[in-house]
């Protein structure tokens, strides 16, 4: 299903964002407008969010207007919807599940290679309408966007750029909604990729991105998302230290010395495990 030069697989990943292919852009029984609303209907409400689609490329998360139509209608009608549908962790569908597994066996064998064990992934299927934006945010998760139907832009931003991302040690124990602010300047400092049908790109985690729909005609694409042994490790180090930062402690960054944060993370992990036996 994908197309993955492996070679460039290994020395890009986690880098900078590489393209890759796929053959998903055949598969109607999945991604066809009729199957994306059956989808949507079997979903819990949960999974669904839509909202108009348009927005800034800098934008509060309060600024997003949920369109005066349903979400079924809002798909059925996405060539003038002027939205954007997201249908999160379909992988709970069967079809959908199967669909998951397949592309989880293909990427898992490289990504071990290169960092460690894929740990935990999800799916998540846009449908949008021309025009639509996705605002400036940040991942914690690595990313493989693939373009289904349409065409769309996604522009990265630099992450070891101090004006992109807030570089205190707590930067990536944020909670909550990961939409970013920065000023317009650091935005044309974006580098665009363009995305049409079979085509993809895949980008490191913690690597700030927004993506805009193609003025001409609406779009379909769906998205892995996974994190791994080693990313999950480096996000809990950073929710430690800013507990023990709250704490009036002055916690060594994360990565400045492995052995320190791998002692602090098996503390951790046997103080949550104390916490759960004597609750
Ligand atoms: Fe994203």
Do not use: C
């Not at 992450?159 to 991302?165: F, H, K």
């Not at 400092?189 to 700030?208: D, I, M, T």
Request: charged share 25%; no cysteine; hydrophobic share 40%.
């Amino acid at each position: 299903m994908l197309k993955v030069d492996t070679g460039e697989f290994l020395d890009r990943f986690d880098r900078g964002p590489f393209r890759i292919g796929h053959d998903l852009d055949g598969r109607d029984d999945l991604f066809g407008l009729d199957a994306i609303v059956a989808l949507a209907g079997r979903l819990d409400a949960d999974q669904v969010e839509y909202n108009l689609g348009d927005l800034d490329i800098v934008s509060d998360p309060e600024a997003a207007r949920t369109p005066s139509a349903g979400v079924l209608e809002t798909i059925r009608n996405i060539d003038r919807a002027g939205s954007w549908v997201a249908l999160k962790r379909p992988e709970t569908d069967p079809a959908y599940g199967e669909l998951h597994r397949r592309l989880v066996a293909e990427l898992d064998p490289l990504v071990s290679a290169v960092d460690s064990p894929i740990a935990s992934s999800h799916l998540y299927l846009f449908v949008s309408s021309a025009g639509a934006v996705t605002p400036l945010h940040n991942d914690l998760e690595y990313g493989t966007l693939l373009q289904i139907r349409g065409a769309k832009t996604i522009t990265f931003l630099d992450r070891d750029d101090p004006e992109v991302l807030p570089h205190n040690d707590h930067a990536l124990a944020t909670e909550g909604h990961r939409n970013l602010q920065v000023p317009d300047a650091v935005l044309e400092r974006g580098v665009p990729v363009g995305l049409e049908p079979g085509g993809g790109v895949h980008l490191p985690w913690n690597v700030p991105h927004w993506v805009a729909v193609g003025d001409d005609d609406w779009s379909v694409s769906l998205s892995l998302t996974f994190q791994t042994r080693r990313t999950q490790t480096e996000i809990e180090l950073h929710r430690i230290n800013r507990t023990l930062a709250g704490l009036g402690m002055h916690p060594r960054p994360v990565g400045a010395s492995p052995a320190a944060d791998a002692t602090k993370h098996a503390v951790w992990r046997a103080g949550r495990g104390l916490k759960h036996v004597l609750r």
